[in-house]
């Protein structure tokens, strides 16, 4: 595999980095290569010939994708077009990540990889031309969807949590969203799995998240309970927490597809140790 990785830099794009470095992969980031721009994205293939693209570049302020959606949807959607098209060109196959938004969280069982998408806000609109943008112009692609992702480095809510533990003694969260959060490094994990087992994997959806779901307030009680933290956590309904953006109610994927990643509780602890 000779893999060519877009957003590099991000909170995934460091993990998959790490994850593949014995392959030592070419890594991209806005600053030498941004994906809305076919005639650099064209060149950086030409030049690093991969047999792999890995997108993990994107918009991802799902607030600010309200008032953005023009940018979200050139970066979430449209780019994810000409990638394809020139991963098409070269040969490669090309890997893609979508989200959990792209669902409207009114089923309370959750979402297959098959089921039709219908998304509530901007970010997951955005998120859904890729989606489209992928299909109509690639026919050789993973599409993983994950969701409530935390790593090492992004801004996320694992460390906002721990930040807040330090500066307050009581905390507030919402308990009436469910979902699965999953650690970047895990899906990078996963990722490696379906290129390596492509023979047993056909191309197309899947669902790489930590299993079991949960709510964002018994999420934030066991980052304190591991971490130790003497914080008193209340749990409070969407109503009260308003943001720009309308999340999903329940927004769990359902893996179906692949060998099941590890519980959230099993992946946080990990992400905590290390
Ligand atoms: N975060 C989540 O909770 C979550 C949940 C479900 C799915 N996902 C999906 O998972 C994937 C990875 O997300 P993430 O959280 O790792 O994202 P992230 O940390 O925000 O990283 C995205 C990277 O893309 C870069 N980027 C933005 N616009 C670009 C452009 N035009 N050209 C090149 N690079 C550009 C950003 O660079 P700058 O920093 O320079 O802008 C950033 O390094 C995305 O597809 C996202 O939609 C994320």
């Known amino acids: 595999m000779k893999l060519l990785i877009f957003g590099a830099k991000g ?10 470095s014995d392959l030592s992969p070419i890594g991209r980031d806005q600053s ?7 005639l650099q994205v064209r060149r950086t293939l030409e030049e690093v010939k991969p047999t792999v693209v890995i997108n993990a570049a994107a918009y991802t302020n799902v607030d600010g994708a309200e008032s953005e959606e023009a940018l979200a949807t050139q970066i979430n959607g449209e780019a994810v077009g000409i990638l394809a098209r020139a991963a098409k060109k070269a040969k490669a196959v090309l890997v893609h990540y979508s989200t959990d938004y ?3 969280g009114a089923r309370k069982e959750g979402y297959r990889e098959d089921d039709p998408v219908h998304p509530i806000g901007a970010y997951g609109r955005s998120k859904v031309e890729g989606e489209r943008q992928l299909a ?19 801004k996320n809510f694992v460390d906002t949590m721990l930040r807040l ?6 905390i507030r969260v919402v308990n009436d969203q469910h979902g699965k959060s999953t650690w970047t490094k895990d899906v990078a994990l996963a990722t490696r799995f379906l290129l390596e087992h492509a023979n047993h994997y056909p191309y197309g959806i899947y669902h790489a998240v ?3 779901e949960t709510t964002w307030y018994a999420f934030a009680c066991e980052i304190f309970s591991l971490s130790k933290s003497a ?3 209340t749990p409070i309904q969407t109503k009260d927490y308003p943001t720009p953006t309308k999340r999903p109610a329940t927004s769990s994927l359902h893996n179906t597809k692949m060998p099941p990643l590890r519980s959230w509780q099993k992946a946080l602890c990990a992400y905590l140790t290390e």
């Open 32 to 38: 030498n290569c941004d994906i809305t721009n076919e």
């Open 165 to 170: 533990a330090r500066e307050k003694s009581e």
């Open 11 to 20: 909170m995934l794009g460091t993990d998959l980095m790490e994850v593949f």
């Open 231 to 233: 914080v008193t956590v």
């Open 136 to 154: 109509l112009n690639s026919d050789a692609y993973y599409l993983l969807r994950t969701s409530w992702l935390y790593g090492k480095n992004g």
């Open 102 to 104: 792209v669902f409207d």
């Open 210 to 212: 930590n299993e079991e």
